[in-house]
């Protein structure tokens, strides 16, 4: 037991003398305060005045990425809309190919039914020439016409 209040005083001496110097020093760093008084308020003020210019720097860049993101959440919804509308357009233009590739059907079945007709015609010129050809031949071109008829006497005869 002896020792442990041996080891307790001398802990206890220890931080009394911890607490002399720390005083003294305390007094000696008060007086090089007072010495360089105006110096320490001017670095004190300047520091202020550094983390004030740094503190409305921040607060500049913090609103500018708030514009940055409302910008960003507008174009996000301004693509939302365009591709949206790029969708319909498309949807449209697969109606309009499809129409425009009936109406090439159409186009090319009309075209075949106007070249069968002009078949037809062709061979009814070409039946007609040669008709004309033998009625020339055997002497009954042209053709001799009844006389006119009286539509008074065919009113009368009725």
Same mark, same amino acid.
């Given at each position: 037991?002896?020792?442990?209040?041996?080891?307790?005083?001398?802990?206890?001496?220890?931080?009394?003398?911890?607490?002399?110097?720390?005083?003294?020093?305390?007094?000696?760093?008060?007086?090089?305060l007072s010495k360089h008084e105006f110096c320490i308020i001017l670095s004190l003020g300047l520091v202020i005045a550094v983390l004030? #210019?740094?503190?409305?720097?921040?607060? $500049?860049?913090?609103? +500018?990425?708030? @514009?940055?993101?409302? *910008?960003?959440?507008?174009?996000?919804?301004?693509?939302?809309?365009?591709?949206?509308?790029?969708?319909?357009?498309?949807?449209e233009l697969g109606e309009a190919f499809n129409l425009l590739g009936q109406q090439g059907r159409l186009l090319n079945e009309q075209?075949?039914?106007?070249?069968?007709?002009?078949?037809?015609? #062709?061979?009814?010129?070409?039946?007609? $020439?040669?008709?004309? +050809?033998?009625? @020339?031949?055997?002497? *009954?071109?042209?053709?001799?016409?009844?006389?006119?008829?009286?539509?008074?006497?065919?009113?009368?005869?009725?």
């Amino acid at each position: 037991m002896h020792m442990i209040n041996y080891t307790i005083s001398r802990v206890i001496i220890n931080v009394m003398e911890f607490l002399s110097k720390m005083k003294t020093s305390v007094i000696e760093f008060s007086k090089r305060l007072s010495k360089h008084e105006f110096c320490i308020i001017l670095s004190l003020g300047l520091v202020i005045a550094v983390l004030m #210019w740094s503190f409305s720097k921040q607060v $500049d860049h913090h609103a +500018e990425m708030i @514009k940055l993101e409302k *910008e960003n959440a507008y174009l996000a919804y301004q693509l939302q809309n365009v591709t949206k509308i790029a969708k319909e357009q498309d949807n449209e233009l697969g109606e309009a190919f499809n129409l425009l590739g009936q109406q090439g059907r159409l186009l090319n079945e009309q075209d075949h039914e106007i070249r069968t007709i002009r078949s037809a015609l #062709w061979v009814k010129t070409v039946f007609y $020439d040669a008709l004309v +050809e033998y009625l @020339k031949k055997i002497g *009954e071109w042209p053709p001799k016409m009844p006389p006119p008829i009286d539509p008074d006497k065919l009113a009368n005869s009725i």
